[in-house]
């Protein structure tokens, strides 16, 4: 069974920084491509950070240079560092991890992130 655990997310001043982790299993963090989405309220899901299973990373121009996604496969941990946030970044963060061999999508619970002006 999957299991993708949020935690990390909060109220936040603009300018100001969060960090989301993602607690999955060992094989999950090291061998499974994963990412980070968010969805704000009336509007679709939308990726904000992914990394595939060889640790390369991609990110939208909407985020780039702000965000950073990593993964301590140690702590079975995924990462998303939020820094220079914006009211705009307001959304519930989906931790997302994908079975390479089907490309079977798993989510986690999602944590809210809200950003005050």
């Known amino acids: 069974q999957v299991q993708l655990v949020e935690s990390g997310g909060g109220l936040v001043q603009s300018g100001g920084s969060l960090r989301l982790s993602c607690a999955a299993s060992?094989?999950?963090?090291?061998?499974?491509?994963m990412g980070w989405y968010r969805q704000a309220p009336g509007k679709q899901r939308e990726p904000v950070a992914t990394?595939?299973?060889?640790?390369?990373?991609n990110y939208p121009d909407s985020v780039k240079g702000r965000f950073t996604i990593s993964r301590d496969i140690a702590k079975s941990t995924l990462y998303l560092q939020m820094d220079s946030l914006k009211p705009e970044d307001t959304a519930v963060y989906y931790c997302?991890?994908?079975?390479?061999?089907?490309?079977?999508?798993?989510w986690g619970q999602g944590t809210q992130v809200s950003v005050s002006p």
């Open positions: 997302n991890a994908r079975r390479p061999w089907n490309n079977q999508n798993y």
């Open positions: 990394i595939s299973h060889t640790g390369s990373t």
């Open positions: 060992k094989t999950i963090v090291s061998m499974w491509a």
